[in-house]
């Protein structure tokens, strides 16, 4: 370790680690990883980076060994530690996209399981056992649980009566034949802090900015800028076509033909651009022009 102030920071390896990476780089850090290392160099002398399993971090931040960390709200209470770690800030992405991750209690589709209570002296699989215990023990049920090593899915009804699964789509379930009883729930990707690190103004500014940038390249997944060239005369009009992160930024056009044009430019949401574009080019917007974003910061 170099440099006389550094933040030592952990970063998802497995199924997350490339969507990390990817958000990161679009924050501004230039991520390189070693396919065979485990230390990213991530191209700011201040970061320490280490990739860990996200099952894991929230112990090494809980204790001090990392100052700060992302991992998944659902490994935190597995570990239960969440109320020995900041929460500083969600971020909303998992390994398949914009989402938060559902871990759901399911049974196969014939079962007669339909509740928690349907559950007393049953056999769950599950890799959340801590969590899955707990929540038979406030229910006052008494059911085996059992850690799952994977293909969690094809053991039920086979080999166990439920399972305790995370989700994105729920397209794996519905392949098993499965049916969600209930949704326990929704886990997102939290950047989360050490105390002692959290009460450390250098530390803390840092672990603030890291947690703004990646705010902000979350934010422009979902965003894209539109410019545009509108005659004063129906500027009324295509402003009332277009949303708007905040108020449109509209700016006076030289013209050689006398007649008055402005430019107008907005932030808008990438799902809305090929319902938005024909209708804007409608109401008197030309040379429409679309770009990508790498951050927005409110």
């Given at each position: 370790?170099?440099?006389?102030?550094?933040?030592?920071?952990?970063?998802?390896?497995?199924?997350?680690?490339?969507?990390?990476?990817?958000?990161?780089?679009?924050?501004?850090?230039?991520?390189?990883?070693?396919?065979?290392?485990?230390?990213?160099?991530?191209?700011d002398p201040e970061l320490w980076a280490v990739l860990l399993r996200a099952q894991e971090m929230a112990v090494y931040v809980a204790d001090g060994v990392l100052d700060c960390g992302l991992t998944g709200l659902d490994w935190i209470?597995?570990?239960?530690?969440?109320?020995?770690v900041v929460m500083v800030t969600d971020l909303i992405y998992s390994k398949q996209g914009m989402r938060p991750y559902k871990w759901v209690l399911a049974v196969h589709e014939n079962s007669d399981i339909?509740?928690?209570?349907?559950?007393?002296?049953?056999?769950?699989?599950?890799?959340?056992?801590?969590?899955?215990?707990?929540?038979?023990e406030k229910r006052g049920v008494h059911a085996t649980v059992e850690y799952s090593w994977g293909a969690t899915e094809a053991k039920c009804p086979s080999l166990v009566?439920?399972?305790?699964?995370?989700?994105?789509?729920?397209s794996t379930l519905r392949a098993n034949n499965l049916r969600i009883v209930?949704?326990?729930?929704?886990?997102?990707?939290?950047?989360?802090?050490?105390?002692?690190?959290w009460a450390d103004p250098w530390k803390r500014q840092k672990i603030e900015t890291i947690a703004m940038m990646l705010q902000g390249a979350l934010a422009a997944e979902e965003q894209v800028g539109l410019k545009m060239n509108v005659a004063r005369a129906n500027l009324e009009a295509v402003l009332g076509v277009l949303p708007a992160l905040k108020r449109p930024t509209i700016s006076p056009l030289a013209s050689n033909d006398g007649e008055d044009w402005v430019a107008v430019e907005a932030v808008v949401s990438n799902r809305q651009v090929r319902e938005l574009v024909p209708r804007l080019k409608a109401?008197?917007?030309?040379?429409?022009?679309?770009?990508?974003?790498?951050?927005?910061?409110?």
């Open positions: 370790m170099s440099g006389e102030r550094q933040l030592r920071i952990g970063l998802p390896k497995g199924s997350l680690q490339e969507a990390t990476v990817e958000i990161f780089r679009k924050a501004g850090w230039r991520v390189s990883v070693d396919v065979r290392g485990y230390h990213p160099d991530m191209g209470l597995e570990q239960g530690r969440e109320n020995d339909h509740s928690w209570a349907d559950l007393e002296g049953k056999r769950i699989a599950t890799e959340l056992v801590n969590v899955t215990r707990r929540e038979l009566d439920a399972i305790v699964e995370g989700t994105e789509t729920g209930e949704v326990l729930f929704e886990s997102t990707t939290k950047l989360i802090a050490n105390p002692q690190a109401a008197g917007a030309q040379g429409i022009i679309e770009y990508p974003l790498n951050k927005v910061i409110p």
